[in-house]
């Protein structure tokens, strides 16, 4: 079975200061990786995933994650946070066969401050 | 606009009582989860199903119940017998298995 570990569970940071979630996995055969966002009182929204391909995925407000095999991460970053990216942020592992199931990671709060 | 409606945003339980979440999609999708989210534990599997009456027990399964007698709805009971049932409750769809989920905006359940 697969898992998922989010290093932080919180990470304070200052309007436009740079940020890394990290999350790790753990699985013995082929993923698929995801960040999911959630703002409070609301449902998750997809973020960004890797499916194949390039590993380095990109989201069309600026976040960015790379897929490294060889140290089961999917480590997400950000290069300039807003005041509105304050949320909590998931990560997820999905393998083939496994009718779809995702597996969340614990979630890591981020916490942006002007 | 499609996606999914989970109904209703806020709900309270009295000890002892069934209670049933609602939760109804217009994507067409296949598959449907339910999740159950406690501060600091991420989400957890409650039942999954991927085709019309047909389902499966997920990672929690204990005290809850689901049907899918119609590919749009996926109702959620939480019975008695779950004995810590306050918490927030989410729905999710999926069209195929690697696409990753579009999620309802969840019922929060407390116990009162």
């Known amino acids: 079975a697969q898992s998922v570990t989010q290093l932080d569970s919180q990470v304070p940071v200052f309007e436009e200061a740079p940020v890394e979630l990290r999350c790790n996995y753990s699985?013995?055969?082929?993923?698929?990786l995801f960040w999911y966002v959630q703002y409070p009182n609301q449902g998750l929204q997809l973020l960004l995933k890797?499916?194949?391909?390039?590993?380095l995925v990109e989201s069309i407000n600026g976040f960015e994650a790379e897929f490294n095999k060889s140290q089961t991460s999917f480590h997400l970053r950000k290069p300039s946070v807003h005041i509105s990216d304050t949320a909590e942020y998931f990560c997820a592992v999905t393998v083939s066969d496994s009718w779809g199931k995702l597996q969340f990671g614990a979630g890591t709060q981020v916490v942006v401050t002007p | 606009d499609g996606g999914i409606t989970q109904s209703p945003k806020y709900l309270f339980r009295k000890e002892g009582q069934n209670v049933t979440l609602s939760c109804e999609q217009n994507l067409n999708h296949d598959a449907m989860y339910w999740y159950r989210q406690d501060p600091g534990q991420g989400l957890r599997l409650i039942y999954y199903s991927q085709i019309v009456n047909d389902f499966q027990k997920g990672d929690i399964a204990e005290g809850y119940s689901v049907s899918r007698e119609k590919k749009e709805s996926f109702p959620l009971t939480v019975t008695s017998a779950q004995k810590n049932p306050t918490a927030f409750y989410l729905c999710?769809?999926?069209?195929?298995?690697?696409?990753?989920?579009?999620f309802g905006s969840g019922t929060r359940l407390t116990v009162v």
């Open positions: 699985s013995s055969v082929s993923v698929y």
């Open positions: 999710a769809s999926n069209p195929g298995s690697n696409y990753g989920y579009t």
């Open positions: 890797y499916l194949s391909g390039s590993t």
